[in-house]
């Protein structure tokens, strides 16, 4: 496998994982020793460096990352400021629907009727103080349940959770 | 002579008459209507006898085809010779119409599959910055509402899918006389049942056992059952027979 | 603002979206009238051929984003073991290509060039995200009326409806 395969399937590793890779991963993945791969990560991170590129590629602990340069956070800031005018993002909003109307409820269920993992949605509705733990369900490893919270009603201006527009009338 | 049936499904009446069309090699214009009806109807039987559940459509193919073939008996009225209507002609415009969607479908299968090796990023890290921004004072409840809605079409949807048993495609007695012989060790007896323990449809057990007689008559393999409905052990022929 | 910088620019947002962008919300984001920006990406679309990249940028209605190269996809697969898209049966290919060709249309008249039932399979390509309602035919009954999704381009690979294969080359 020559080195420019390697940096081309790199490129492709770094971009779909989002999250970090471990070099010793990559070294295994590849059947390249360490250094050597390490050599060929520093020189990809200098061609990055290069002015038409957007991105660069960050070492934390001895595993690799995509990052934006920050110079161009303005655009991405233009860009996606306008769509977080609904207040939560597509993903976030659809959660917290599935929360509202069939609360208290679990991760599992949730993922269920998504068909995505929904984790890190879930702990932005947490972090936002929209969705709260209210329980466990008595069933094999005791899975949390998650319900809406006092500032999930001012928010979206309901006195009570009765006052939800009615499934039924949803159902049509 | 080899046992040699290929047992394949068929979509529908049509995708079942156009195969029986090019199998046969013959002018899509000009269907020799009795001899297709013949070799329609025996497939049909043919299925019956597997136990296979067949659309209705599929019988009705059926009826439509005897109508036109007794049209076709009818002898032609003098005068009316010239502007007469092939009593074909509204089944072939479906067979091309149909033809022409099936040999599409192929290409855009092709496509599909050429494209599953490249890969999306999730909007995962769009979510996230959207969802860093502050919150706004109030968000209507309707967007709630409406996604909400959407979920619950889509579950209803899953709902109405019937997940009906599939049956493989294009099952050979050929593939399964590779299967078997993969199974079975030359040094053990393998049971016959238990290599038919994991397929849930009659179809492939049938010509598992097919197989399973081609293997026997080709000298390729060993055979014994003690007793009548009694357990079938099977294992390899070290040596090939002279033939 | 240099080429350099805008196919930089493009680069993060492409990278962070994850899903397409479309061309005049580029345009408007950059100041650039459409035909120049298109220009500029389509010149970003040949250098993203080039080896060293894992990437590519495809069109999609006059979208934009980023995907992997399909040669790569077995270091995908061995590190992060994606769960693989289904194949589509020959009954949903059927249907999936008089919707395409004949958009917008009922499940009568597929039904009626099939010669079969096309219930489930419309609704496992609604599933899929690949059809959707796109309406009501004004006659009796007012059947719904279905059509093909950005997604369906996406996944089959094509900028558009206009690049569908030619009807006519399969008339013979």
């Known amino acids: 496998m020559n080195i420019k395969k390697i940096k081309a399937a790199l490129e492709c590793i770094l971009f779909i994982s989002g999250d970090s890779v471990p070099l010793k991963d990559l070294s295994a993945l590849f059947d390249i020793d360490k250094t050597t791969l390490k050599r060929i990560i520093n020189q990809m991170m200098d061609e990055y460096e290069g002015d038409e590129r957007g991105l660069r590629i960050i070492e934390i602990n001895s595993s690799y990352q995509f990052t934006t340069k920050p110079q161009y956070y303005e655009y991405i800031e233009k860009l996606f400021k306008p769509r977080a005018r609904a207040g939560l993002s597509q993903a976030s909003l659809e959660t917290l629907s599935i929360i509202a109307y069939k609360q208290p409820t679990t991760k599992a269920n949730v993922d269920a009727i998504r068909g995505v993992k929904s984790d890190s949605c879930l702990y932005r509705l947490i972090d936002k103080d929209l969705i709260k733990e209210v329980g466990r369900m008595e069933a094999p490893g005791r899975p949390i349940l998650y319900g809406t919270t006092e500032n999930f009603l001012r928010l979206f201006g309901l006195k009570s959770l009765s006052d939800l527009p009615d499934i039924s009338n949803v159902q049509d | 002579m080899p046992i040699s049936i290929k047992l394949e499904v068929f979509e529908g009446p049509l995708d079942l008459l156009f195969h029986l069309i090019e199998k046969a090699k013959i002018d899509i214009y000009d269907i020799p209507i009795a001899k297709i009806t013949e070799q329609y109807i025996e497939y049909l039987n043919l299925m019956k006898s597997l136990d296979i559940d067949l659309a209705s459509e599929f019988l009705v193919m059926a009826a439509t085809l005897l109508v036109i073939k007794s049209k076709m008996l009818l002898p032609k009225r003098p005068n009316e010779e010239e502007n007469e209507e092939d009593p074909r002609d509204e089944l072939?415009?479906?067979?091309?119409?149909?033809?022409?969607?099936?040999?599409?479908?192929?290409?855009?299968?092709?496509?599909?599959?050429?494209?599953?090796?490249?890969?999306?990023?999730s909007t995962e890290l769009a979510d996230a910055l959207i969802d860093s921004y502050e919150l706004p004072n109030e968000i209507p409840i309707g967007l709630?509402?409406?996604?909400?809605?959407?979920?619950?079409?889509?579950?209803?949807?899953?709902?109405?899918?019937?997940?009906?048993?599939?049956?493989?495609?294009?099952?050979?007695?050929?593939?399964?006389?590779?299967?078997i012989f993969k199974i079975i060790s030359s040094e053990r007896w393998t049971s016959f049942e238990k290599i038919i323990t994991f397929y849930d449809s009659k179809l492939e057990i049938i010509i598992s056992f097919l197989a399973l007689l081609e293997l026997i008559k080709n000298k390729k393999i060993c055979v014994k059952q003690a007793r009548n409905f009694g357990e079938i052990l099977l294992k390899k022929n070290r040596v090939l027979p002279n033939t």
Do not use: A, M, R
């Not at chain 2, 079409?153 to 590779?178: A, M, R």
């Open chain 2, 144 to 179: 709630l509402v409406e996604k909400f809605q959407n979920i619950f079409k889509k579950s209803e949807i899953h709902k109405k899918i019937e997940y009906k048993k599939v049956y493989k495609d294009n099952l050979t007695i050929d593939e399964k006389i590779i299967e």
């Open chain 2, 92 to 121: 072939v415009i479906k067979l091309l119409e149909y033809k022409k969607f099936k040999e599409l479908s192929d290409i855009l299968g092709d496509k599909y599959s050429n494209n599953l090796k490249s890969l999306f990023k």
